[in-house]
C-alpha cells in the first residue's frame, strides 16, 4: 500500500522504514528537508510541502502524522486543506484522546476521515515492531490493516495465551481496532498510564534495598528531631543491584520490558550517575487520572507514580517549607540542615 | 499532690509551672544544672541525681520522665533503681507503645508502676493546657488524677459536645485514662498520624494555591518533554495566601488549632523564607503505618503523609534517577534540566 | 441593602436569615412555593418568577443564586434575561470555578456583573456565620461588601492571629475578595480538597484506633493466605472512641471544626450504625485534583482521600477482581472467602 | 547432589522434580504421607520422620525446608535437634528476613548453617526454573551452587542484557547470591513489594478501562450527591478488555509475565465472574512497607498497592462510616444508597 508520513523524527523514521521493508510505498515530508533527503536515500518519495505531498498520493490518501503533541492538531487541519472527501488522516502521535473526537467529528464535516493511533515500542520498535491502539471507523481500520500489520510486530513474538486457539487475531499480531475515534488514543493513554505505575514499582523497590544498609551508618545516631533505627542489625546490608535486577528477569514474577530496560541501564552506569532524578511526564500519565477522577474509579498507584515525577522536579518545594513552618509553630522545632 | 519531674526542656518546664500555680509540690532535675536552677527559682524543690529525687519524694513516689525518646528507656530504668513497690514512673514522653507494654511488665517484677502519657500541645501547653492520653492500671491512674487534672486544658477551653450533659467525664476535661499500659502512647501516636495528614492536607492545598497563576507564564511553552497546559486561561491567578488562610479561619469546614498556627506562621513569614522544606518525622508517624499495616487497615493519607516528609529530604534520588534511566532507555529521552 | 436569593433550600434560606436579622432587605424566590411562603412569613418579600423578581428590585440588582450545582448555569442565563446593564448576580453554590470565568465573560456582553461567592458554614452558618471566598470586578464587590460583611462570622468569633493587628482586615471578618471571576470557587474548591483530606486523616486514625485489639482475636490464626500477626501482645486494646475524640478537642494538635462534629457524630451513634459507609463526593474534590494534575503538583493525600471515597462505593471492584484473577493465575491461589 | 526437601506442596514437589529431572538425589518429607508416597514413586527417597531424614543424608547434610510461612520457624529448629556441625538448614518459604537473621545466629550455636532462599516463580517453576535469591555464609553458598543451578531458569531463558559479555554470571542463570542470611529474603520480599506495585498498576488501568463507557449511562444523572460528568461524550467507550490485555503483550511498554498471566485470565473468564474482588496478601507486601518506613524511603506506589488490598477485604468500612457520619454533621447529608 502507499502511506505518507509526515514527521520524521525516531518514530516517524522508523515506521516508513519498517513499512519500506515490507514492500510498501511511503511519502515523507518532515520540516527539515534533511530528514526528508535521508528516507528518501532509503527508498521513500520525499516531499517538500503538504500541497506536493498531497499531490504524490492516490486517492483514496493516506497519511500519517508523527509530530510532537503540541503541534499535531495544527498539522492534522493544514494537511485537511490539501485532502478530499474519503482520504484519511492518521495520528499516531501522542494526542488527548478527546482532541481526536473533536477532530474527526471537524474533518467529517469535509468528509475526511481521522484515525487514532496509539502507538507504543520507543526506539525499539523498528526491530520489535511496534503495539498499535487504533480508534476510527471500522471500514477504514480495514482499508489501512495491511499497513497495520506491517508496523505490529506480529503473533510470533510471543508465545500464544493459552485459551487461545483456531485463528490468530488482530491483537495476537499486536494491533487492535479498540473503537470509535479517540478509543485507540484512550487505550494507549490507559497503557503509558500502566507504564507509569510499573515504573514506579520498581523504582521504589529498588530504592529500599538501596538504602538498605542504612543500619551501618545510623546506629546510635538520633537527636530530638530524628527517629533512631530501633534495629539497625536488620540494616545492614549492601546490594549489587544490576545483579539483583538481572536475576529477576529469569523466572520471577516480576520479569518484564522495563525490567530489562532497567537491568540495561544498571549494566551501563551502576551508579546512575548520568542522572539527575528529575523526571519528566508528557501528558498520558495525567490524562490517565483525569478520566481515573471522572469515571470516579480510584488509581492510588498510578496517581502516585505521576505525582513522584512531580515531586523530582522539586514541585512539593511549597508544601514543603509550609509544612517545615507549621513545625515551628506548634512544636518550636527549626529545620534539620541537610 | 506531689511529683517530681526529670527532664526541664521547654515541655518538662512547664508541666512543673503549671502544677505549681495550680498548687502541687514539685521536686525538678535535669542533667543541666542551670535548669533546676531556674526552676528551683520558681518555687520548685531542685536536686542534683536521681538517687536525691528519690530521697525527695514521699512514699509511694511519683515521678515523671520528660526526656528525648532516645534516652527513656535509660532514664527510666535508671530511676528504679532508687524507687519501690507501688512508686510511679510516668513516662510523658514520644515512646513507642511496645517499649511502655514491656517497660511496664519489667518494672512490675519490682512492684514499680508504669503510666505512660502521652502530652500533646507543644510550646502553648503552659497557657492551654496539654491535652493527655494515659495508659496503666486504673488505681494508679486515679491515685494520679489530680496530677493530670491540673495538666489538662479543663473543660470550659471548649464548648460542650452537643448530646453530652450531666457531669463532666475527665475526657472533656482534656484527659482520658485510655487503658492498659501502651494505650496512652498508642492514641497519641495516632493523634500525631492524624495531625501528619491534617498538615499535608493544608500544604498541599496551599500548594495548588501558590500555582495556580502558572498559565500566566507558561501559555505557549512545551516541548516534547513537556505537556503544554490545555486552558492556561483558567490558570491565572494571584492568591493572597495569608488572606486565604485567615479567611478560613471563622466559619469554614477546615477551621482548626493548625489552621491558625499556618494564618500565624504566614503573617510571619509570608514568602515562607526562613524554610528550606526539609521536614522532619520523629517517630508517631512512622509507628502509625506500622500499626495500620500490622492490623490489615488502610492508611493511604496518613502514609502519604509521612512520605512526602521523606521525599522533602531527598530521600526518593535513586528511584527518580532509576526512572530517568528507564525513560532514557525505552524512549531515548534524555532528562530535562532545571 | 437589598438582595435577591433564588434558591430556598437549607443554605439560601439560612443566608436571607442572616441577612435580615441584620436589617437587609430579601426579595426571594424557590421553584417551591411554600419555601418562599415560609420566608416571606419571616419578613422577606416572596416572588413567583424570576421576572417578578427582576421587577421587585431596585436598580441596579443584585441577586444570589443558590441551587443545586448542576442548575446553576441555566438559572444564571434565565436570570440574565430579566435583568440589564450593571446588575449583579452572584453564584453562591459549588460551582466549577472554570463555568464562572465563563459565565462571567457571556454576562459581561449584556453588562450584567458576575460574582462567584465559595461558601462554607453548612447547616451551622446561620449561627456561625458563612466563611466567604469572593471572586468578580473589585468595584462590585465593594458595592455588595455590607452583605458579605452581614453573612460572614465576624473578627470576633476567633482571637486575632498573632503578629496582625491594627484595622481589621475582610479575611478576619471571614470574608475575602480573592481576586477575578473564578477566584472565589477556586478557593472554596481547595478549600473542600483540604477538608476531604483532613476528613481522612480523622477517619483513617480512628480506624486503626478500632481495629487495636486485633490480637485479642486473630493470635494463632493463620494459613498459606494470612499473614500471621507477628506480636499479638501488641494489640490488646479495646479504645472508647467516643472518649478519644472528646479528649483531642482540648489541648491537643488536632482540635479543629472537624473533630468537634466527630466527637458528636461518636455520642449520637457511638457504633455508626446508622452508616453502611458510602462515601459520597460532590465535585470540589475532584477538581482539586484535577488542578493538582494540570499544575503539576503533588497532592498525594488529597487524591488519597477523594478515592478512598470511590472505592467506599465498591468502585475498586473491577480491578479487585483483576488482582484476584492474577494471584491465581500465577500462585494457584484460590480467593479467600469473607 | 544430595538434598533433602521438608514439605512436598506445590512449591516443594516442583523443585524435587526439577532437581531429580538434573541428575540429584532427592530424600523427600511431608507431614503427608501420600505426599511422600508420590514423589518416591517419581524416583525420590521417601522418609517419614526428621529423625529417617538426617539418617538417609550424608554429611555435610543438606535440607530445603518449604513449608507454610507460619511453621518455618518450628521446622528448622525441630530438624536441627537432628543436623549436626556443618550441616546446612534452607529455607526457601516465604520468611521474614528478620527471622533468617535470628535463626541464623541461633543455628550457629550448634555449628549447623543455614540458607535463607527467597522462590519465585509460582505453579510455572517446574518448566520455566524458578528465580533465586539467597542469602548465607559464601562458601555455603558455594558448596550448594550446583543446586541452585539446576532449579534456575538459566541463561537461555532470556536474551543476555546489552552490555553483558564474556562469562555468564549467576545472576544471568536466575540465582543470585544477595549477601548474609537475610538478604536473600530481604530481595525476596522487595520482588514482591514490586509486583503488588505492578498488579495493581495493570488492575488500575483496566479498571478505567472498564468503565471508560460510564457516558452513555449516566448523562444526565445527577443531584445533591452527585457530581455530573461534564463532559459524557467522552466517555461513550465499549473496550474488549481480553483484547487489549492482548494486544500489549506484543511490541508495547507493559509487556511482561504479568501481563501474559492477565490475558490468559481474561480469557478463560472474561467477565471476571469467578472472583469476588477480596485480595490476599501474604506477608511480604507488608514487611516491604516495613522497610520502606524503617529506612525512610518513600513508597506510595508499593504501600497503595497493599492497602487497596486491605479495603478490597472491607478493611475501610469503620473510616467510611466515619466520613459519612462527618458529612451528615456539617452537612446535613444523608448517605446515598447503592
Redesign the interface.
Known amino acids: 500500500m502507499q502511506l505518507a508520513m509526515i514527521g520524521l523524527g ?1 518514530m516517524g523514521a522508523n515506521l516508513v522504514r519498517r513499512l519500506m521493508r515490507d514492500g510498501h510505498e511511503c511519502v515523507v515530508y518532515d520540516v527539515n528537508p534533511e530528514a526528508v533527503k535521508a528516507l528518501a536515500a532509503e527508498g521513500a518519495v520525499g516531499v517538500h510541502s503538504l500541497a506536493d505531498l498531497a499531490g504524490a498520493l492516490r486517492t483514496p490518501r493516506a497519511a500519517w502524522v508523527m509530530v ?3 503541534l499535531t492538531g495544527q498539522t492534522v487541519f493544514d494537511l485537511a486543506e490539501h485532502f478530499e472527501a474519503d482520504d484519511v488522516i492518521i495520528d499516531g502521535g501522542n494526542s ?3 482532541d481526536d ?1 473533536d477532530r474527526a467529528a471537524k474533518l467529517a464535516e469535509g468528509g475526511v476521515h481521522y484515525m487514532d493511533v496509539g502507538t ?6 523498528l526491530e ?6 487504533i480508534g476510527g471507523e471500522p471500514q477504514i481500520f480495514s482499508r489501512l490493516e495491511p499497513l497495520f500489520e506491517t508496523i ?4 510470533e ?2 508465545p500464544r ?4 486457539s483456531g485463528e490468530v ?8 481496532h ?3 475515534n ?2 485507540g488514543h ?2 494507549k493513554m ?23 544498609g ?1 543500619g551501618r551508618s545510623q546506629a546510635g545516631q ?10 539497625p ?8 543491584l544490576p ?2 535486577a ?24 551502576p551508579e ?1 550517575a ?10 498520558e500519565g ?1 490524562w ?46 527549626a ?4
Open positions: 525516531r510532537p503533541a503540541g488527548y484522546y478527546r473526537i507504543s515500542g520507543g526506539v525499539f520498535g520489535r515492531g511496534f503495539c498499535l491502539m505490529a510486530p506480529g503473533v513474538t510471543a495465551t493459552p485459551g487461545r487475531t488482530q491483537a495476537e499480531k499486536g494491533y487492535l479498540c473503537g470509535p479517540g478509543a484512550f487505550v490507559i497503557h503509558n498510564g500502566i507504564e507509569y505505575g510499573m515504573m514506579a514499582a520498581f523504582a521504589e523497590g529498588m530504592g529500599i534495598l538501596e538504602k538498605a542504612i538520633h537527636d530530638a528531631e530524628t527517629t533512631p533505627l530501633a534495629h542489625e536488620y540494616y545492614q546490608f549492601d546490594f549489587d545483579a539483583v538481572e536475576v529477576w528477569r529469569r523466572g520471577s514474577v516480576v520479569s518484564s520490558w522495563l525490567l530489562d530496560l532497567t537491568a540495561t541501564a544498571l549494566v551501563e552506569d546512575l548520568a542522572f539527575s532524578g528529575r523526571v519528566s511526564d508528557s501528558g495525567r490517565t487520572v483525569l478520566a481515573a477522577v471522572e469515571e470516579g474509579v480510584p488509581a492510588h498507584v498510578l496517581t502516585a507514580s505521576l505525582y513522584e515525577r512531580f515531586s523530582s522536579r522539586g514541585e512539593s518545594l511549597y508544601a514543603d517549607k509550609l509544612l517545615s513552618a507549621m513545625r515551628k509553630q506548634f512544636g518550636g522545632h529545620e534539620k540542615k541537610a
